[in-house]
């Protein structure tokens, strides 16, 4: 096996890039290959905490080639404030990491769009990130987008950013009483002709690289950001992202066909959170649901936002197994309900007078979904310092059997703590 999938089966913040971190030691190349600077992918390295929102969570690791592929978008500010950082905390970026010449760049406007649009919806707010996300990828389907290629080539960037500044001014103008100087334009022109000149040296061609290695049976991650339920097409829309966070869409992000990809891994918390607007039937409303987000620490590792808290959705976790292919789970977070009496698992919906459990695609539908739960008791000891699976309690080890017998996936990994000695390995991913 040389390839692999790692995708998010919830709501994102499953600890992707905890886990992304580990497999990075066994691995040649991580590819993110979509999303952009709204993710928040956590990692702690010895006492130090990192997160990333563009560099892939590998870049950790010495002489492995970080790839962020064609599908991601890129916000030059952002990623070179991540370098900075890295680069202070002796991190070695150049050699390691690469970009596509193909990736669409997020500009100002886009960040400003976003917020407008966002305060306009009022009660329907869909809680975005505000990274301009939504309005970069609206620009790469309506083809008016700048990509990494332009950026890096001071004309082009020149002619494709006046047209579009004139463009996106009277909108701004028009709609929103928003005036932009001719002053302000020709400095935002150049201020980003010079970020395309400090990232022009990592610019590659991510597909051709990728498909090289895999010819020379090299190993390769690509690590999902976000998660299956906020994908644009399979997640709760349009409570969502705009871009495919589901496994499919490594393919078309990094440019590899889909019978090159060998294995996908679910990266699933063992109970379940989601932040921003949406409905979400386990979520456990009061001190419980306070609690679970104290002992997570659980807030947006982008936003900082409180995350909504709730029970593990199995309905939700099966849907992810079939969205994605998934072969084999994650489990993590786990010692976050170390300190239950009782435990419960989402089994199945009673909606509209039927039981159902399928994840049902109809918003409405979902909406009026209320959980039916298994109850489960809890082992009720510390068991962040487990590292054999053997050594977990009993009741742990049937909560893990449920939720496997439920999604019907087995959990390769168990993660007990942040740190990476705080993983139990079940079975090893790469053979
Ligand atoms: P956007 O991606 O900023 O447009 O936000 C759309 C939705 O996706 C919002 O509900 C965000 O909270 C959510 N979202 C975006 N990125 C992440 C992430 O990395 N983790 C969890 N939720 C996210």
Not at 87 to 113: C, Q, W
Not at 319 to 344: C, E, F, P, Q
Not at 380 to 387: E, G, V
Request: proline fraction near 4%; charge should be positive.
């Amino acid at each position: 096996m040389s390839t692999l999938v790692v995708v998010g089966s919830q709501w994102g913040d499953e600890g992707k890039g905890k886990i992304t971190d580990l497999l990075s030691e066994e691995v040649d190349i991580v590819v993110r290959y979509q999303g952009g600077c709204n993710a928040g992918h956590t990692v702690v390295k010895g006492d130090q905490q990192f997160i990333f929102h563009l560099i892939p969570s590998g870049i950790l690791h010495p002489g492995k080639k970080c790839l962020i592929g064609n599908g991601v978008v890129i916000d030059p500010e952002s990623l070179l404030r991540e370098i900075e950082d890295l680069r202070k905390k002796g991190i070695e970026i150049d050699g390691n990491l690469f970009i596509d010449s193909k990736a669409h760049v997020v500009l100002p406007y886009h960040k400003t769009l976003d917020e407008i649009k966002e305060e306009k919806r009022g009660k329907n707010k869909l809680g975005t990130t505000k990274r301009g996300i939504g309005p970069a990828y609206i620009d790469k389907i309506a083809r008016t987008g700048i990509r990494i290629a332009d950026l890096i080539d001071k004309k082009t960037l020149s002619e494709k950013l006046k047209i579009n500044l004139e463009e996106k001014n009277e909108i701004f103008e028009k709609l929103y009483s928003i005036k932009t100087s001719k002053q302000e334009q020709k400095d935002l022109i150049k201020r980003y002709q010079e970020y395309g000149q400090l990232l022009k040296k990592y610019v590659i061609d991510v597909s051709l690289l990728v498909n090289q290695a895999i010819e020379e049976d090299k190993k390769i991650l690509f690590e999902g950001a976000q998660g299956t339920l906020l994908d644009i097409d399979h997640g709760t829309f349009p409570y969502v992202t705009s871009s495919n966070p589901v496994a499919g869409g490594a393919c078309i992000g990094a440019g590899v066909g889909p019978t090159k990809i060998d294995k996908v891994l679910g990266i699933t918390k063992a109970y379940t959170t989601r932040v921003g607007s949406g409905p979400f039937p386990t979520e456990i409303e009061g001190k419980l649901g306070k609690y679970l987000r104290q002992k997570g620490g659980e807030f947006g590792a982008t936003t900082g936002r409180p995350r909504r808290c709730g029970w593990f959705d199995a309905v939700v976790a099966s849907y992810a197994v079939r969205i994605n292919g998934m072969d084999s789970m994650v489990l993590t977070k786990i010692d976050v309900l170390s300190d239950l009496d009782k435990i419960k698992i989402c089994t199945s919906y009673q909606c509209n007078g039927k039981l159902i459990k399928e994840f049902p695609v109809n918003l409405k539908t979902f909406k009026n979904c209320n959980p039916v739960y298994e109850e489960v008791e809890g082992w009720k000891s510390d068991i962040s310092q487990i590292t054999r699976y053997e050594d977990l309690p009993p009741k742990l080890k049937a909560y893990i059997s449920r939720i496997e017998e439920l999604v019907r996936t087995k959990v390769v990994i168990v993660s007990v703590g942040p740190k990476r000695s705080q993983t139990i390995i079940r079975e090893k991913i790469f053979k």
